[in-house]
Each structure stands twice: as C-alpha cells, then as structure tokens.
C-alpha cells in the first residue's frame, strides 16, 4: 500500500461489522420499499451497518423543481427547506461535552503525495490552485496537493462510517477485474486492490494524481468516465464510483456504459454526499450560513448541467438501465463530533476538517465563475458557516447515498 492511513483503516469488506445499537433504517430494493426498525442482533449476515441510514427524507425530483423555481424568486442563497421532518428516523444519540474537549480526529495528512513528481501533473493553474487540462468539460476541483489530502481524509471518513468497509454491494469473494471511476488520489483503488490480490483493478481519472508505488495489481489510467470506453465488452465483475462532484452531466448514459462492460452478475455501485443539512431535532437553524453554503453548491452544480441533486435519482436510473436488485442506502454523517458514539464521533470530525478546510474552498471559485457571486460575500458567509459548523450544541447532519444493482445473470 502506498499510504499508511488506508493500509491501517482497510479490511475485509465483506466482514460483518461488529454488532452495534441500531437505528430507523430504511433499505430499498428493486422497484419495492420496506420501512423497518432493526434490532443489531436479528441483522442478516451481509448487512452494513445500519445505525447511520435513514429514509429518503429529502425532496424529490417534482418536489424539489418547484421548490427551486420559487427561491430564484427569493434570497439566491438564502436558507432552503429540504427535508420533512415527519419522514426522519430517530437520530443519533448526542453526547454530553465539555467546552474546551477537542475531540477531533488526528491528522490526516499523506507523506506518499509528496514523492508523486510535479512534471507529471500536468493541468492549468488558476489562483494558486492546479485543475486538470484533460476532459470534455471544465472541471471544478482542483488537482493540487490540498486537493488530494481532501480526497485522502473522506477515504477515511467513509471507511469509519462504513465500519471498516470499502463497499457495500456483495460482490462475492473473488472478483477478477474492477473499475474505480474517478479515482482521484486512488487510495480506494489500492486498498481494494491489496484486499484482492488476485483482482485487476484500474482507476480512472482525468490527471495523473496517483502515487508511482503501487500494489502490483492496480494501474491507473488518464481517461474521461463520460465518454465512450474502450474496455471490452461484459468484462469487471464491479465498477465503483465515488463522489463524482459535479463531474457528471449525463448519468444514464453512464449507468447504461457500467452496463455494458459488466460481467453478467457484476456489480456497479455509487456513491455521494447530498448536501441538504438537517437536523433530528431542530438545533441546525433554517437561516443558518451552513444551509446557505449547500444551496450554493446546488446552485453552481445545476448551472454547469452536472446537478449535485442526482444522487436521489440512481436507483430509478439504475432500474431503468436494467439491473437487478437495486438497493439504496441513505447514511446520516455527523458534520461535527457531536455524536455520543466514539465511531460516530470521529466520523463527525473527519467531516468537520473536510467542511472547514477542505470543501468550502473549493466553493469559491465556482460562486464567482459559475454564479457571478461576489467574493467578498462568500468570504463572509464562509467565515459565519465555519464558526456554526463547530458548534457540537448544532447536532447536523448531511446525507451520503450509497446506491449499487447487479447485472442479470442471464443478460444478453
């Protein structure tokens, strides 16, 4: 492995998480939908942990129009109303803290980034930040050494949430061929190809960001997702993709490509963020900065044709394209170590460096280039969000979607 944060935190995916108190949760699959409360000890043997997902409680496709025709009448970045609180589950238990306790997650910088040669990234820099030079679209994350730290830190955030899981779709014991979408720094890719010695795995990205020492059984590959692949036909037994942020413009045309290139019985799975952030039990303010921040995010992603609210739309766009057993899974992530639980804690911090230096710069760039928004502003309105999203009495959360099907066994 090249990175020892990924090394220490990957296991086995497929390894029961130890048995922990549970939560509503809601479980989705193929066209039927069952609301249950589970109790950890009558958990099926495959199930991920299930103490972080709730309802699809968000706003939907005719809901969520509307409602985005009527605020362009309103405040552009005023706060949105996305969530009915009548649909949320029991939340997660919030802990009793002292002021001057700084539980925040230890570092989580990668001393491997630093040997990956500067000649190699090739890409346009643009206010002291590199973005890649190579796809059929602008792109709004940067490349840079920041960039990738960000990248390494929700690696670790989503290996805590998923108790030590890198996926969740049950893809068997032995896949043979496997595809990360989107690779980025590629430690999903590594510490997938490390649990799989015996598996292929390619990751796929438009910059060439990854570390030179490798797994023997990963290579990576400088490619565009979003136009037409060159891998035969009915080949990886999974395909994953991981917070594609505003990266996608046409996502039935790629669940349709997974498609193609499955193995009869393979597996694609994706995964996201929404960024709609509630609260269970209304500590989050509904003119919060915090709110507002999402809603620009939503905002830029719907102006450049790559809408940051299509995770609530796979499992239909997976459905649609043929696959079989189509589940989806909505986890609450802590945005501050608010939580009681330990592991949730972490999580919360993790999520809370991802926020506070990591995320919301990214924001900036696309506010003045894609919203025309004033600088200034967004300085303000960062700053104010900053300081509420540490508050750990503001018990938030944001929705992180993991969404996978199977390709028929049988498909022609």
């Known amino acids: 492995m090249g990175d020892h944060k990924g090394k220490e935190a990957a296991a086995d995916p497929q390894t029961p998480p130890t048995p922990t108190k549970t939560i509503g949760t809601v479980e989705t699959t193929g066209n039927a939908s069952a609301t249950s409360v589970n109790d950890s000890s009558t958990q099926a043997p495959r199930s991920p942990p299930s103490n972080l997902y709730v309802q699809n409680d968000v706003r939907h496709d005719d809901e969520a129009n509307t409602a985005q025709r009527q605020h362009e009448d309103e405040d552009p970045y005023g706060a949105p109303s996305v969530t009915d609180s009548s649909a949320v589950s029991t939340g997660i238990e919030a802990d009793i803290f002292d002021e001057d306790d700084d539980a925040y997650a230890e570092s989580t910088s990668t001393s491997y980034l630093t040997s990956i040669a500067s000649d190699i990234r090739r890409g346009i820099e643009e206010n002291g930040r590199l973005y890649a030079a190579y796809g059929m679209h602008k792109t709004w994350l940067p490349i840079d050494d920041a960039e990738l730290d960000r990248n390494d830190l929700q690696h670790c955030k989503l290996l805590l949430l998923l108790e030590n899981k890198l996926f969740i779709a049950p893809i068997g014991d032995n896949p043979q061929n496997i595809l990360d979408m989107g690779t980025g720094s590629g430690i999903w890719a590594m510490d997938v190809a490390d649990t799989y010695p015996s598996a292929a795995v390619i990751g796929v990205d438009l910059a060439p960001t990854q570390p030179s020492m490798i797994p023997p059984n990963v290579h990576f590959e400088i490619d565009d997702i979003e136009k037409d692949w060159l891998y035969p036909r009915d080949h990886f037994d999974f395909i994953h993709g991981r917070e594609l942020i505003m990266a996608i413009r046409d996502w039935p045309r790629l669940v349709r490509q997974a498609y193609n290139h499955l193995k009869p019985g393979g597996y694609l799975q994706l995964c996201g963020s929404y960024p709609a952030f509630q609260s269970d039990d209304g500590t989050l303010p509904e003119d919060s900065a915090y709110i507002a921040m999402g809603q620009i995010f939503f905002d830029m992603s719907e102006r450049v044709g790559a809408s940051g609210r299509e995770p609530r739309n796979w499992k239909r766009y997976l459905e649609d394209a ?46 003045t280039e894609i919203l025309g928004g004033d600088p200034v502003y967004f300085q303000v309105l960062l700053a104010k969000a900053r300081q509420e999203v540490s508050n750990r009495s503001m018990h938030s959360w944001v929705p992180f979607y993991y969404v996978y099907g199977r390709k028929p066994l049988h498909a022609s």
């Open 322 to 367: 043929g696959y079989e057993d189509v589940v989806e899974r909505v986890y609450k992530v802590p945005t501050n170590p608010w939580p009681k639980d330990p592991r949730l804690k972490r999580v919360g911090a993790f999520e809370l460096e991802h926020f506070r230096e990591g995320i919301a710069n990214v924001f900036a760039r696309g506010y």
